[in-house]
Nanobody, 125 residues
């Protein structure tokens, strides 16, 4: 049993930053790798980042362009996604997903078992 909820989304100007949170309101995340995904209107869901159980392995999609950082604080049962220098094309619903793994993490959405409902990020002047 794992229930995830995202927070931290909102309206931000281009060039701004957001810190998204993914918290397990039910269950604990310390045995799970976590992926971040986003889906813009009219587009397919795409991966943005993932982070391993311990946080020692992280992976990023090319589209992040070095602007995204995945972090986790297992003591707080939370995984974060820091997004800097936001662009309008970053506008999307951002979701986190979790899967129990021994190591590493995956940008393949098909491997994930549990998903949060998502948080809206809107980048606009």
């Amino acid at each position: 049993q794992l229930t995830l909820v995202e927070s931290g989304g909102g309206l931000v100007q281009p060039g701004g930053s957001l810190r998204l949170s993914c918290t397990a309101s039910e269950g604990t995340l310390d045995r799970y790798s976590v992926g971040w995904f986003r889906q813009a209107p009219g587009k397919e869901r795409e991966a943005v980042s993932c982070i391993s159980r311990s946080g020692d392995f992280r992976n990023y999609a090319e589209a992040t362009e070095g602007r995204f950082t995945a972090l986790r604080d297992n003591a707080e049962n939370t995984v974060y996604l820091q997004i800097n220098f936001l662009k309008s094309e970053d506008t999307a619903v951002y979701s986190c997903a979790a899967v129990p793994t021994s190591y590493s993490c995956s940008l393949n959405s098909e491997v994930y078992d549990d998903w949060g409902p998502g948080t809206q990020v809107t980048v606009s002047a």
